[in-house]
């Protein structure tokens, strides 16, 4: 009897043994964020129809037509240094009514959001830390730069020019 | 020790004398040579012209196999018009009735030297113009391809410095890859010495006046100046990263001057007072009277020009003449524009004028409204051109070479502007042409 009860007592004490010592490992788990890359692996020049189609889109939130595309791009070929066609173009778009861009008093409501916006409107990209930190700065030492100034200088970027 | 002092300082003083300047253009040294003058401007007189309806003046005669000769290009070239079945000019009681006035007192070919027959070996029109901007025959070169070796433009800007406003090259048209000519794909050269295109009859056409004229006026400090430094924080930013676009390398102030002179040609438009020809119901003399614009502007060394009309010679030979004609009026007009209108270039320009290739010796049976046979370019009749050069330092009335005699080659034309604004052996030294002559060393 004895005998038996000791033999419960040693599978008692093997169970614990065995089951009881199991150390619990550590996980270490990171939340999923969303972000693109830092140039987003942009290598393909756009052909001179893509930029104005998508310059225009991006500006207008509506498709150019076919006819007018045509008729802009034979505007922008027809001038050698295509810095300065795209400039004249740009600031064409810029005269209409219908361009749709933020007015300046909400750009400088919020300078973080605007800009961070602005990046992935153009750029279809995060803003890093070190752009934010000088467009922050410029935008506070400028206090004239319009909306309108900013949407200018990424549409002419040489960064737009690229997917 | 004074002796040593005094070779040291020596070696210094002539080191420092003899240390080559090396110029924004990369280039160590100025041009070599003399200029025989500052401002060349180069017409080529392109579409394909038949050295017969031309040089040979033998107007209807030779085409048409009608009894009728004459000289049509009457401010080029001297010879009297002729007098039966006139269809070149303009509109009166019928079709091209009435021929354009003469605009110059004295033919070019009075004021200058003219090579009558000159070899052109590429028959197309994009590989011809290519060969007489290049020097070089681009015979691997493919269609709506860069120039694969450099343009007479990059020539003149890498290797004397010259500004981007300070070449130029005016097209009658977008079409044809003409506006691929502004500058070559040569790894030692390229965009950033290019020349500034422009086709003005498609800046300031309908498509122009519907997109570009209505551009915004941007304060240059208050505005341009913050909108440039934002653009080039994010270019530099991609710079790291990305690849570079090419840039012919205009400086703020010469984007500046371009759009001011754009803006300006709208209201020179409006207000009907563009430098046009007294006849400018063609393309390509609206073109000529752009051309004379931007050399008001601009005062460039090097202009060329490209006129096109003539092609239409494929489906319509009395629109032909009337094309060649009418570039011919549009040559006298530019001519007579810049010894009277701009100072600057006056007495100081040279001019030459030459098509990229000739056209067939048969016709190719497409028949116009006057029942006048088209003209292709594929046979060896086509490889017949002309060259007129008229300036300071050039041979007055001197005509070389006949129809039984050729002399010179289209690819010289590229080392001729070269020996007039100075920098030929530069040029030459490049290794880079065809040929080494310019028209000069064949008189």
């Known amino acids: 009897m004895n005998m038996h009860i000791f033999r419960k007592f040693i599978f008692l004490i093997s169970f614990l043994l065995i089951f009881a010592c199991n150390k619990e490992e550590p996980v270490y788990e990171l939340n999923q964020i969303n972000s693109s890359s830092y140039n987003a692996n942009k290598n393909k020049l756009k052909s001179t129809m893509q930029y104005i189609s998508i310059l225009y889109a991006n500006l207008f939130q509506t498709a150019l037509s076919s006819n007018e595309l045509v008729e802009i791009t034979n505007c922008i070929e027809s001038i050698g240094d295509k810095e300065v066609a795209h400039e004249i173009v740009l600031s064409s778009f810029m005269n209409s009514q219908q361009v749709l861009i933020p007015s300046d008093s909400l750009m400088r409501s919020d300078l973080n959001h605007f800009i961070e916006e602005t990046y992935k409107r153009f750029y279809v990209r995060d803003i890093t830390e070190a752009e934010r930190k000088f467009f922050i700065d410029f935008f506070e030492s400028n206090p004239n730069v319009s909306s309108e100034m900013v949407y200018m200088a990424f549409a002419l970027s040489n960064e737009y020019q690229f997917y | ?443």
């Not at chain 2, 433009?153 to 044809?176: D, M, P, Q, S, V």
């Open chain 2, 1 to 443: 020790m004074k002796r040593r002092k005094f070779i040291k300082k020596s070696l210094i003083g002539g080191a420092a004398i003899t240390m080559p300047f090396v110029l924004p253009s990369g280039r160590l040294f100025a041009s070599s040579g003399n200029r025989m003058a500052d401002h060349v401007v180069f017409v080529a007189f392109a579409g394909g012209v038949r050295q017969q309806e031309s040089v040979l003046q033998r107007y209807l005669d030779d085409s048409q196999a009608y009894p009728s000769a004459g000289n049509i290009m009457y401010n080029i070239l001297d010879g009297a018009p002729p007098t039966d079945k006139i269809v070149y000019g303009t509109t009166n009681y019928v079709n091209g009735d009435t021929p354009i006035p003469k605009m110059l007192s004295q033919t070019l070919q009075q004021q200058g030297t003219f090579f009558k027959e000159v070899n052109a070996s590429v028959v197309g029109h994009y590989a011809g113009v290519n060969t007489l901007l290049t020097g070089n025959y681009m015979f691997t070169q493919g269609l709506r391809n860069k120039p694969l070796t450099p343009t007479i433009f990059e020539y003149l800007r890498r290797l004397t410095g010259e500004k981007a406003t300070k070449t130029w090259f005016i097209g009658n048209g977008i079409g044809n890859s003409i506006p691929l000519l502004d500058y070559s794909t040569h790894s030692d050269y390229g965009a950033q010495y290019g020349a500034n295109f422009l086709a003005p009859i498609v800046t300031f056409g309908n498509s122009g006046d519907k997109h570009l004229k209505n551009a915004k006026v941007y304060h240059p400090e208050e505005e341009l100046d913050p909108m440039y430094k934002m653009k080039y924080f994010l270019d530099n930013v991609w710079y790291s990263q990305g690849s570079a676009l090419p840039n012919i390398g205009n400086t703020e102030e010469e984007k500046l001057e371009i759009k001011q002179f754009v803006r300006d040609m709208f209201q020179k438009k409006d207000n009907g007072s563009i430098a046009f020809p007294p006849i400018s119901d063609s393309g390509d003399l609206q073109t000529i009277g752009y051309a004379c614009e931007v050399l008001k502007r601009f005062k460039p060394t090097l202009t060329v020009i490209y006129l096109s009309n003539v092609d239409g010679c494929h489906g319509n030979f009395s629109s032909y003449l009337r094309s060649l004609h009418r570039a011919d009026h549009g040559v006298g007009h530019l001519w007579d524009f810049i010894q009277n209108q701009v100072p600057e270039m006056s007495g100081n320009t040279t001019m030459i004028v030459a098509p990229e290739h000739g056209r067939n010796d048969d016709p190719n049976g497409i028949k116009d409204a006057n029942a006048f046979y088209g003209y292709d370019h594929s046979d060896s009749n086509s490889q017949r051109i002309f060259n007129m050069m008229v300036g300071p330092g050039i041979d007055s009335n001197l005509s070389i070479g006949n129809e039984n005699n050729k002399v010179g080659d289209i690819v010289n034309i590229a080392p001729t502007i070269a020996e007039i604004l100075g920098f030929k052996n530069d040029i030459v030294n490049t290794g880079l042409l065809a040929s080494n002559q310019s028209f000069f060393d064949l008189i």
